[in-house]
């Protein structure tokens, strides 16, 4: 026995909410904890792969505050 379409399409939107709210809620935290480690490479320098780290946490800090903006509103 199948279950009609509209209860699907309820359960489908009911899943893409609960998947939708986690994703921007690890984005917000993530936001939060990053920058925990900017103080760490700085201190060790910006030269070669340090420099590079520093840079891709950076923008992963800039995505994590899009994705997360609206978390909890």
């Known amino acids: 026995m199948s279950t009609p379409a509209s209860t699907r399409l309820v359960s489908g939107r009911h899943v893409a909410d609960l998947m939708t709210g ?3 809620a690890v984005a917000f935290w993530a936001a939060i ?3 925990l480690a900017y103080p760490v490479l700085l ?3 910006l030269d070669g ?3 590079l ?3 891709g ?3 992963a800090n800039v995505a ?3 994705l997360g903006h609206d978390h909890k509103r």
């Open 53 to 55: 780290w520093f840079v």
């Open 57 to 59: 946490l950076l923008i």
């Open 64 to 66: 994590a505050l899009a």
């Open 49 to 51: 792969t340090t420099g």
């Open 22 to 24: 986690t994703v921007k």
């Open 33 to 35: 904890a990053i920058p």
């Open 43 to 45: 201190y060790e320098g």
